[in-house]
């Protein structure tokens, strides 16, 4: 049998989220359609606690019920007040509609609603300084405690979004009371593209749904102090804990032992240019951005300070050429007349010096010279007896 009015459209308004202690206020809406209303009830789960039947008395009923405490004075057929909220009253929350006779039609529909304990104070910032030099690493902490459920925690910079590779969210920690406190953790390379003026703001929000929002702001200023070279320890200026930037996941595939081998490597072959200051600053830069070279903001000022670096390792290699070129013409001039073997000396001291200065580096280039100095009076003295006894 079919009727042309009959009931529909039931739907309800359940707030997400209420703060404990506040009240929480519950809505029925639908559409008789010119049926009458036969009764309204709501369920906590599968447990009914209210109803509302018009043609009874008295017309409110309500049962009792843990963490459901309704206000009678404020509820009717379409809106129900639950007073001074607590975590019982966290649950899924159903109205069912019923028209009258002949009809009888029946629907429900259902929304769950979450009692939150917010936070008792901001969340607060740790282990950022207030000064930085472009190529630090910037790692802090924020940390939001004592809440149910654990808040959201995002970070800003100078006011936009932070790329979620600087973000690591840790697992929530509960206390005694059931209540969680979570910690966010960034890490990033400060780059000249994150001042404006010379400060650069971080900004940590805490939010949980749309009843609790809170931020901390930290002002950094840069640092243009230029450190002296002679203070610069090119191997223990970085460490491997720098590249250590993706999740747990990221190790299983070998990214980050990857670029823990890679920088090793790097290790190895600068070792013996620690000695030198001046060529030390580059290198340090450069290594600071080793792991953000591929990344557009960072190309143009790496390899700036790449082309500056090559400049005086090639500088300084030109330099011990001179030299060494220098020293062997003024010691081999002086037996040019009776050396008869000369051209074949000096086609060795050349392949000699060729195979030597290759190895030589900006550190130990005054060694090298010394050394080549004294096997060329070596060999020269050999030659020099060999003619002594020829022309006996």
């Known amino acids: 049998m079919m009727f042309a009015n009959a009931l529909r459209d039931v739907r309800v308004q359940v707030p997400a989220a209420v703060r404990r202690g506040e009240k929480a206020i519950l809505r029925c809406l639908y559409d008789l359609e010119g049926d009458n209303l036969y009764s309204v009830k709501w369920y906590k789960g599968r447990r009914e606690f209210y109803s509302y039947t018009p043609k009874e008395t008295p017309a409110m009923k309500v049962f009792q019920f843990s963490g459901v405490k309704v206000e009678r004075s404020s509820s009717n057929e379409s809106q129900l007040v639950l007073d001074t909220v607590n975590a019982a009253t966290t649950g899924k929350y159903s109205c069912e509609v019923s028209a009258d006779a002949p009809s009888f039609h ?200 790449i082309l500056q670096l090559l400049r005086q390792l090639f500088g300084q290699q030109q330099i011990t050429n001179a030299k060494i070129d220098n020293g062997l013409n003024r010691k081999v001039n002086k037996h040019s007349k009776h050396n008869i073997h000369y051209q074949q000396q000096r086609q060795q001291v050349e392949q000699h010096i ?28 050999h030659s020099q007896a060999n003619n002594n006894k020829k022309e006996n």
């Open 106 to 305: 029946t629907l429900i529909s259902a929304a769950d609603l979450e009692v939150v304990v917010v936070p008792g104070k901001e969340p607060v910032i740790t282990g950022i300084k207030s000064r930085y030099h472009v190529g630090d690493i910037m790692r802090g902490n924020c940390s939001s405690a004592h809440s149910r459920p654990a808040a959201n925690i995002t970070w800003t910079i100078n006011g936009y979004e932070t790329n979620p590779s600087y973000v690591r969210q840790h697992k929530p920690i509960k206390d005694l009371r059931d209540l969680e406190t979570v910690i966010s953790g960034i890490h990033f390379v400060v780059t000249p593209q994150h001042f404006v003026r010379g400060k650069l703001k971080i900004r940590c929000t805490a939010h949980i749904h749309d009843v609790y929002w809170k931020s901390t702001e930290k002002s950094i200023e840069e640092d243009r102090q230029v450190a002296r070279p002679n203070e610069v320890n090119l191997i223990n200026s970085f460490s491997d804990d720098y590249f250590d930037l993706e999740d747990e996941d990221d190790n299983e595939n070998g990214d980050v032992r990857d670029r823990s081998a890679h920088i090793t490597h790097i290790k190895g072959d600068m070792s013996s240019l620690n000695a030198n200051g001046s060529t030390a600053a580059h290198f340090a830069t450069c290594l600071r951005l080793w792991p953000h070279l591929t990344t557009l903001p960072f190309l143009w000022y790496a390899l700036q300070e």
């Open 354 to 381: 060729s195979r030597t200065t290759a190895k030589a580096t900006a550190a130990n280039s005054q060694a090298t010279l010394s050394y080549l100095l004294k096997w060329l009076q070596t060999k020269q003295k």
